[in-house]
């Protein structure tokens, strides 16, 4: 099996693991011959093994042009090596985040535990003691794509990204896959138990719950109160409406005792940005203090030409 097969074999894998990766989110690289074969925009990783998924890009032009700060690299779309790719592919957004990163194999997942840790105002210090003996890095909340890529410090394995998820990095894949699975077990979180819910409330024309835990009071009032990560954005909109506040027919509705109520014509990525919710706030305690994006950034993320690519395709539905 071939590099660039073993990483298809992988990314399906993870994308099939809602813990994990969420719809079209997270990312895959390895380097080869030249060449960085990344995951394309808007696609699915879980597919990875059902059609292409990966595109190939050109390593020493594009690094050339990184270095000479050319605005081209904020797509990569000028770097595809159309020779090698399906016909249609375009980089992911992290393309250069992949290609800065020295290692051959470098996976970005949406990791449910990390991600319930990286939310919070005291992350770091909490990190600093669960993540002792890996060599990781926390990387402040910045936009996706070549913003990310500019605060990146090659030198580490593991990168916590702040409202965002984890980036590994090894020369091999089987390391890269053992330090999601070290991250995920030294990070996990218990979830908290919902009490029973008033049945009656949540009986609500054109909608049905999403897969995923119910809630208890505090995490719908957390849940509500912000947006966490740049996917919830793009795929549900800023927060979330509660049972007490829903105005007209938003996508999601959280109600406690309950899991998220999901419109009933949510295309699949929303449908798993509901579920991806109720993982991440099940495991927050009634005590922790999340860190909200700021209106700055979510205009940054919705006013973006490369996320409203993606959110144009049909495959990210
Ligand atoms: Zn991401």
Same mark, same amino acid.
């Given at each position: ?41 808007? #696609?699915? $990783? ?7 998924? /990966?595109?190939?890009?050109?390593? %020493? ?28 592919? #375009? ?10 990163? =020295? ?26 003691? #669960? ?8 990387? %402040?909340?910045? #936009? ?9 410090? =090659? ?39 919902? =009490? ?36 919830? $954005?793009? /795929? ?13 027919? =938003? ?7 309950? %899991? ?5 014509? $949510? ?51």
């Amino acid at each position: 099996m071939n590099d660039l097969e073993a990483l298809a074999r992988v990314s399906a894998k993870l994308g099939s693991n809602r813990l994990l990766v969420q719809a079209a989110g997270g990312n895959t690289s390895v380097k080869a011959d030249g060449v960085l074969w990344v995951k394309a925009s808007g #696609r699915w $990783l879980a597919k990875a093994l059902d059609e292409p998924v /990966f595109v190939a890009v050109d390593m %020493p032009r594009l690094m050339r042009a990184l270095a000479a700060n050319d605005p081209a690299c904020e797509t990569c779309d000028a770097f595809v090596r159309d020779d090698l790719s399906a016909p249609g592919l #375009r980089p992911s957004v992290e393309t250069t985040l992949h290609a800065g990163l =020295p290692q051959r194999f470098v996976l970005h997942v949406h990791c449910v535990e990390t991600i319930s840790h990286a939310i919070l105002v005291d992350a770091p210090t909490r990190l600093t003691a #669960r993540l002792e003996g890996l060599n990781w890095r926390w990387a %402040p909340y910045i #936009r996706p794509g070549l913003p990310l890529f500019r605060t990146i410090t =090659p030198g580490a394995d593991i990168y916590i990204l702040q409202n965002h998820g984890l980036v590994v990095a090894a020369d091999t894949l089987e390391a890269a896959v053992g330090l999601i699975e070290t991250v995920g077990r030294r990070l996990a979180r218990p979830i908290h138990a919902a =009490p029973n819910g008033d049945q009656r409330r949540v009986e609500r024309a054109g909608y049905h719950f999403a897969d995923g835990p119910a809630l208890a009071p505090h995490a719908v009032r957390l849940a509500a109160a912000g947006t966490y990560y740049p996917d919830h $954005l793009v /795929f549900l909109g800023s927060g979330a409406a509660t049972i007490d506040n829903a105005v007209g027919s =938003p996508p999601v509705i959280l109600a406690p005792g309950f %899991p998220p109520l999901a419109r009933d014509d $949510l295309t699949p990525a929303p449908l798993a940005m509901a579920g991806c919710l109720a993982d991440v706030a099940a495991r927050l305690a009634a005590d922790d203090r999340p860190r909200y994006f700021t209106a700055r950034e979510e205009y940054d993320l919705t006013h973006w030409d490369a996320e409203i690519y993606r959110q144009s395709l049909p495959a990210s539905e």
